[in-house]
C-alpha cells in the first residue's frame, strides 16, 4: 500500500488530509513527489537484495584509516577502476600483505549508506593471485591462442632489410629506450626514429602501448614496430601476456619486434610479434643491418665479382689465342693456296681430257676423211675413170642412154671436155646388149 504523509494543521487549526505517494518512482511527479528518505529505503532495499560478486583487477591505491582500509581496483585490460572498503580483521586474513600493483580477486558487496546517500563497495574477501594461479592461465592462453593459428609462422611479417623509419614504442627515458637507440645507430647512423613513450608495467599498459600501436601501424612512414621494456618480474611483465594486446598486435599490419624483458623472459606478445628479440640490445641487431659490415660485404662482392670478370676475360683470351694459333689463322694463305692447287690439278686434269677427246675425235675426223677421200669420185677420177653426163647433165651409165651424134660432157680428175658420140656399141655382157645369132636362129 502507498505511503501517506501525515497530517499538519492548517492555517486555521485545521487538519490537512494526508496525500497518497505514488507507487512506482515512473508514477512521481513534480506535483506528486517522493520523499527522499523513501527514494533512499527503496535504493538500499535494492542494493541490499543485490548479491555479492568475485572480481579480479590491480591494486593501484591503499590506505589504511583505523580499522578500514580503503583501496581502488583498476582492471588489467581496460581503463577502469573501483573504490573498494575493507574492514581491517578482513584485511588481515589474506596472509601476505597487498601492495600497490598487487594482482588480487576479491568479494565484493554493494552497500548504499541511506544517511548520506553514498554507494561504497564492500569486500568481504580479498585474495592476492598467486603466482601458479597466473602462470596456469598464461598456460591456458597460449594454448587457445595457438589453436586459433596465432603463433602460425605463416602468419608472421618479414623485416624489411633497412627500414625506411623506425616505431619504438617504450617507457620513458627508459633504458630499453636508449639501448635500443643507441645499437640502432651504432649499426646504422642514419636510422629514424617514431618513438612513443607509454606506461609498460602496471594498469594503464597495455591501453598504453594499443593506443600507440594503432598509431604507428597506420603511419605508411614507418616500416617497422618495436615494443620494448626492460627486465622485471613476471608481475611487472604480465601486460605483454594480455589478451588484447596480444591479438592488436597480431593483426598489425606492419611487421613488430618483440624486445621485453631479458632472455629468460617470454611473455605471450614473443610469440605472436613478427620477430622476437631477446634484449633490446638485440632487436636493434635485428632490424639494422651493420653499415661497417654491410661495407665489408659490397668490397667482398665487389672482389668476387671482379675475381669473376677477370676469368672470363683470361678464358675468353686464352680461347682467342688458341683460336690465332691454328695454322688456318696464323697463315690464311694456306687455305687459299690449297684451293689455288687443287682447283690448278682439276684444270689440268680437264685440260688433258679435253685434249685427249680432241686429239681422239681429230684422228677420227682424219680417219673418216681417209675414208672418205678413198670413196670419193675425185679419188676414182684420178684412177683415170672420167663421168659422162649428156646435156641434160644426167651421168651416163649405160651406152643405151646416148645415140650416136649425141654429144656428152666428160669430167676428168683435173678438167672436164666435151665430146661426140661416134659409136655406140653396149657391153656384151649388159642386160641391155642383143642376143647373139645362134641365139636368134634358135629362137
Known sequence: ???????????????????????????????????????????KSYIDRMSSV?????????????????????DTDVEMSLPVQIWKNVLDRTGAPLTEGSHVVANLKADFWTKTGRLTMRANDIRAVGLGELLARLERLKKQLAAEGLFDPARKLRLPFLPNRIGLITGRDSDAQKDV??????RWPAAEFEIRNCAVQGPDA??????NLAELDEDPEID??????????MEDLLPFSNEALVRAVSAARTPVVSAIGHEADRPILDEVADMRAS??????KRIVPDVAEE??????????????????????????TAVRSRPVLAEPQTLITAH?????????????????????????????RSQARSLSPLRTLERGYAVVQTDAGQAVRSAAEIETGDTVHVRVADGRFDAAVTEVAPDADSPDAAPDSDDGAEG
Open 1 to 43: 500500500m502507498a505511503q501517506r504523509i501525515s497530517g499538519t494543521p492548517g492555517t486555521l487549526g485545521e487538519t490537512v488530509e494526508p496525500k497518497e505517494l505514488a507507487a512506482t518512482a515512473a508514477e512521481t511527479t513534480a506535483e506528486n513527489p517522493w520523499p527522499l528518505s523513501l527514494l533512499s529505503s527503496k535504493m
Open 54 to 74: 568475485w572480481i579480479e583487477g590491480q591494486v593501484v591505491e591503499l590506505n589504511h584509516r583505523g580499522k578500514a582500509s580503503y583501496l581502488t581496483l583498476r
Open 181 to 186: 637507440v643507441r645499437n640502432v645507430h651504432l
Open 206 to 211: 597495455v591501453p598504453g602501448v594499443m593506443k
Open 224 to 233: 617497422v614496430i618495436v615494443i620494448a621494456r626492460g627486465g622485471g618480474s
Open 279 to 284: 634484449t633490446p640490445t638485440d632487436a636493434a
Open 295 to 320: 661495407g665489408m660485404n659490397l668490397l667482398r662482392a665487389r672482389a668476387e665479382l671482379e675475381a669473376a670478370v677477370h676469368r672470363i676475360l683470361d678464358r675468353e683470351q686464352e680461347m682467342l
Open 340 to 368: 689455288e692447287n687443287e682447283l690448278a690439278m682439276v684444270r689440268r686434269r680437264s685440260l688433258q681430257a679435253t685434249t685427249g677427246l680432241v686429239n681422239q675425235a681429230q684422228n677420227e675426223i682424219h680417219h673418216l
